[in-house]
């Protein structure tokens, strides 16, 4: 099953980084938290990825057009140019690098993909959240409800799109909530193929009118997870990303070195 990350917004709030990268490359412990959500994924054996790009796309292409050999050892002659790499790389990933547009929103840039996914279940996420939600759990849950959407529910701060319940079916969809805390969108989504009938074109903001609507029609399940979420938002989540991994303490950290 592929995983499509969104990987192309301007990340405004976090400009002090993302005025040379985007987003999804901002380290933590010297590693893109792209990197960090990757390695979630794949040690649930998940590991082919799309990553919709926009914004400094050419710095995400040079991260992964470079990974093999940066991972290896090498041996250059300086005579021919010639170069060999050992083969030291032990993480076994696909990675589909699609440029989704500069200014595309959300749902557009999954829009952009329908002809790479139009006939298969898919998983998709944001490029600037980490979490140890269970995966392959996540995937099973999907599996057993037959709806088109299934979304992560979070419970984190209430400065994010709410949810209401029948049970784990979503019944309201809302984006951003003014007051009060409850159940937010954590990403970590689950799709049917029939979720691009829910998407118009670039303009299309995923949190909205798509998930809107599937929670109107009954397709939209979620799946409650009460662990460690925390996106890359502001500065100050990225300090606090940064103290738990230098700490130890990072509970995303759920595969192996």
């Not at 917004?9 to 999804?24: A, Q």
């Not at 799309?50 to 002659?77: H, P, R």
Request: positive net charge; contains cysteine; glycine residues 10%.
């Amino acid at each position: 099953m592929k995983t499509v990350i969104l990987c192309g917004g301007l990340g405004t709030r976090l400009s002090e980084e993302t005025h040379l990268k985007p987003k999804p490359m901002v380290e933590i412990g010297e590693k893109p938290i792209l990197w960090h959500i990757m390695n979630i994924y794949s040690a649930h054996g998940f590991n082919e990825f799309i990553l919709a790009l926009g914004y400094k796309g050419e710095a995400v292409k040079k991260y992964f057009l470079n990974y093999y050999n940066f991972q290896s050892d090498l041996t250059i002659s300086l005579k021919t140019g010639k170069i060999t790499a050992s083969k030291n790389c032990y993480r076994d990933w696909i990675v589909h690098l699609i440029d989704t547009g500069l200014n595309s929103m959300t749902g557009g840039r999954l829009y952009r993909l329908r002809d790479k996914l139009k006939n298969e279940t898919f998983m998709l996420t944001y490029g600037d959240g980490v979490s140890n939600v269970d995966i392959k759990k996540l995937v099973q849950f999907h599996k057993s409800h037959g709806k088109i959407a299934t979304v992560t529910a979070v419970k984190p701060s209430a400065r994010f799109g709410g949810m209401k319940f029948n049970g784990d079916r979503v019944i309201e969809f809302t984006e951003k909530p003014q007051t009060g805390e409850g159940w937010i969108n954590g990403g970590f989504f689950v799709f049917e193929k029939a979720i691009f009938d829910y998407l118009k074109g670039d303009e299309t903001v995923l949190e909205k009118e798509p998930m809107e609507n599937l929670a109107k029609d009954g397709q939209l399940m979620a799946y409650k997870h009460e662990g460690f979420w925390q996106c890359m938002d502001t500065l100050r989540d990225k300090q606090l990303l940064e103290s738990l991994w230098e700490n130890e303490k990072a509970p995303w950290k759920i595969w192996k070195d």
